[in-house]
């Protein structure tokens, strides 16, 4: 109750002259570097046993202060304009990576990557599949990737079919639809089932792509842009029809550090030799812990075969991750368990504050609060049906478009995630509470023709 309280009055004192202006008065205490910004926010909100101090400090944060960090979120769009499309987060850095970032300076360990920090790195990653997922990794099969996408282009080119087609699942993550056809691979969506408003993979459909040719399937997990988590028996149904077609997956798990209490991530290689013989994993730190920036995913793969196969292409694939980022995701499997439980339990509450502010403003909308990630996937097809509304989109103008004319708000265009996508945007809500309701009010407003 406090800490709503405590929201409410940020609502008035951190939007007012802040939030969309970028003369706001409220400035990052000292203006030094994020671990003054850390150790000055916590002494100034030394309450922590009483409340959340990720909470309060996330509260804070203004959208000046944001867009001071310039990132890609915060200035594609332009002054004014609220980023709410990539896939960032706006909470700052877990103490031990800064430690670990901090260390590398000092050490000015800016050369190529080294076969010491990679084997730490694998260690690490390899430590966390076991000890949150149970999922017994060889680090010595978890390879070093610049991001994910590199990942997925290597499935595509050194482990699926030569010029087969790619099956995905959609609404899918937009690269999933670019990066194959770059390859000059043929996409085969197959738009997911709606179970009560609940996504749920259409295995039919799987099998049918299979049969027409496919042969490399993309199994986002999380799913990156309708935020579920597929249960056990739903990933041993998708094996069935894998296995029985003789397919591969490209499992993406960048986003499993990311769950709502209740939810379970199995990694879908671990769920037995049948899997772990058709795999090839793509993972990292990157989302859980925000930090894309310094380009370093992981490869993970389960079979012998693979690894043969890995030994003689995989080098140019490696090559790009970072040292300063190899670093970083170490430290974030090691030491970053608590900074992400805060953060979850941050974003945990802002999937349902979301779900109250859409009620209110936007009823229309639909929405269902993820299982995982930090991206909400609203439904806007009925939104301009509405005779009460005054304003809506000319004809052929999408909803984000429409958004970020009228709102400015920046959001993802559904139809950029799949033909299953038209009608929806998709809303990344890793911002501080009150830059949310601030985007909801926005919206609202837009669609209101205010
Ligand atoms: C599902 C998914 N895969 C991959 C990526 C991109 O990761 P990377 O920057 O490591 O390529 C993202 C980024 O949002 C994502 O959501």
């Known amino acids: 109750m406090l800490f709503f309280h405590l929201v409410q009055s940020f609502h008035v004192s951190a939007l007012t002259g802040a939030v969309g202006g970028d003369s706001g008065t409220r400035k990052r205490p000292g203006g030094g570097g994020s671990l003054q910004w850390w150790r000055e926010a916590l002494f100034r909100y030394n309450f922590a046993s009483v409340m959340n101090s990720f909470a309060a400090i996330a509260d804070q944060t203004t959208a000046d202060e944001l867009r001071a960090r310039g990132s890609q979120k915060w200035s594609k769009g332009g002054p004014g304009v609220i980023g709410a499309f990539v896939a960032e987060m706006d909470f700052g850095v877990a103490p031990p990576i800064e430690a670990a970032l901090l260390e590398v300076i000092k050490r000015a360990e800016f050369g190529y990557l080294s076969q010491r920090a990679v084997d730490g790195m694998a260690a ?19 390879h070093p990737l610049p991001d994910v996408i ?10 699926s079919r030569p010029g087969s087609p790619v099956i995905l ?10 990066v194959p056809a770059s390859l ?37 997990n999380p799913s990156n842009p309708v935020g579920r988590v597929y249960s ?64 370093c995913a992981q490869l993970v793969l389960s079979n012998d075969a693979d690894e043969a196969t890995w030994a003689e292409h995989g080098s140019t694939f490696e090559h790009g991750a ?42 229309e ?8 990630t930090y991206l909400a996937w609203l439904d806007c097809r009925d939104l301009f049906a509405n005779g009460d509304r005054t304003a809506a989109p000319a004809a052929g103008v999408s909803p984000a478009e429409f958004f970020l004319a009228k709102a400015r708000v920046l959001l993802t265009d559904g139809a950029a995630c799949g033909e299953a996508g038209r009608g929806y945007v998709r809303l990344n809500f890793a911002t501080p509470r009150p830059i949310l309701a601030e985007i909801v009010r926005r919206m609202a407003d837009a669609v209101s023709g205010r």
């Not at 859409?358 to 009823?363: K, N």
């Not at 909308?365 to 995982?372: D, L, S, T």
């Open 150 to 159: 590199t990942g997925l282009s290597a499935a595509i080119r050194v482990f």
């Open 184 to 220: 000059g691979r043929e996409v085969i969506q197959v738009p997911m089932a709606g179970d009560g408003g609940r996504y749920v993979l259409d295995l039919d459909g799987i099998d049918a792509a299979f049969k027409r040719g496919g042969h490399l399937l993309i199994l986002c």
């Open 169 to 178: 699942p959609t609404p899918a993550y937009m690269p999933f639809l670019t």
């Open 232 to 295: 056990r028996a739903e990933l041993a149904a998708v094996a069935e029809v894998v296995a029985a077609n003789g397919g591969r997956v490209f499992a993406d798990e960048i986003h499993a550090p990311l769950l709502y209490p209740g939810g379970t991530h199995i990694p879908y290689a671990s769920l037995g030799e049948v899997t772990a013989a058709h795999t090839v994993t793509g993972t990292a730190a990157s989302k859980g812990w925000n930090l894309p920036g310094l380009k």
């Open 124 to 142: 690490a990653c390899a430590a966390w599949q076991r000890d949150r997922y149970g999922w017994d990794v060889d680090p010595g099969r978890v």
């Open 365 to 372: 909308v639909g929405y269902r609060p993820p299982e995982g």
């Open 322 to 363: 970072s040292t300063p980022g190899v670093h970083a995701s170490t430290a974030a499997y090691l030491g970053g368990g608590p900074w992400l439980a805060d953060a979850v339990a941050y974003l945990d509450g802002s999937r349902a504050f979301l779900a109250g502010l859409l009620a209110e403003s936007l009823p």
